[in-house]
């Protein structure tokens, strides 16, 4: 999932300081769009292995995926990339990479916008307390995330979308999609158990890829995290867990070690009944 590719990349990089092996496979942008949220075909790989990660905690059908947006924003891909040539730097470079995951986290409709815009800042909208330090919250699974969502009518769900630039799926281009199309049938009756409801009704949760790098054990009264080498103030540990040996929950302190990738909206069905 974490594939580049080699193809050139789109306008709107052109004047960045960014090269095609830094590009993740994203659909070509227009280069006055700053952000473009690509709807995802549901049988396309990605939105597979998105939607099977997500259902590993949170059960089908009692919730269930409405849709899948890939997020495209080519400044905050560019400063993760920068930070994840920074950490492997201090790892000793030469092909040494920090460790790298893709996480869930849970967020209100009306925080979607500046995260999709701006990235995270644990600063602003801090529903997760400070158990493991003052930053950025993250979750392995699905299931923790879900209890940081937020739903309801109260027109904050379509307020984001309105300074959002979208992409439709371009199916011509879209590999996955014509294979799909091969056994649409199959496919089809699975998907159809997936309905899209009224937008008031949905769940938001984001599937993100961050630089965990290496972690240790957090407590409430970090701002950074802990010195790595006692000998040397600058060298640091890159996040902080709620455990070294089977961790859960993730917190990052440096913005730039997150990319937002995908937001999922889903509604949890028991709650209709």
């Not at 905690?57 to 269930?64: C, Q, S, V």
């Amino acid at each position: 999932m974490y594939k580049t590719n080699n193809k050139k990349p789109p306008s709107c990089f052109l004047s960045i300081s960014c090269t095609s092996e830094e590009l993740p496979f994203w659909q070509p942008m227009d280069h006055l769009a700053p952000v473009v949220l690509y709807d995802v075909n549901p049988f396309a790989k990605e939105c597979v292995e998105i939607s099977t990660k997500f259902h590993q905690t949170l059960f089908y059908p009692e919730f269930r995926i409405q849709r899948v947006w890939r997020i495209q924003n080519p400044i905050l891909w560019l400063h993760y990339s920068l930070k994840k040539k920074q950490l492997s730097q201090e790892l000793g470079g030469a092909g040494r990479y920090p460790e790298e995951r893709q996480l869930f986290h849970g967020t209100f409709r009306d925080r979607l916008e500046p995260i999709i815009k701006q990235g995270f800042d644990w600063r602003i909208g801090k529903t997760h307390g400070k158990m493991l330090g003052n930053g950025i919250y993250f979750g392995r699974h699905a299931v923790g995330a879900h209890e940081f969502t937020d739903c309801g009518g109260d027109n904050k769900s379509t307020r984001w979308k309105t300074h959002i630039f979208y992409s439709k799926p371009l199916q011509s281009q879209s590999t996955n999609h014509l294979q799909a199309s091969e056994n649409e049938t199959a496919i089809r009756d699975i998907w159809s158990l997936f309905k899209y409801h009224s937008h008031t009704d949905s769940h938001f949760m984001l599937a993100v890829r961050v630089l965990v790098g290496r972690y240790t054990l957090g407590k409430p009264s970090l701002l950074r995290p802990p010195q790595f080498d006692k000998r040397d103030l600058s060298v640091r540990y890159d996040s902080c867990v709620d455990s070294v040996s089977a961790p859960q929950t993730f917190v990052i302190f440096d913005q730039y070690q997150a990319y937002p990738e995908y937001v999922i909206e889903y509604q949890h069905c028991i709650n209709k009944r």
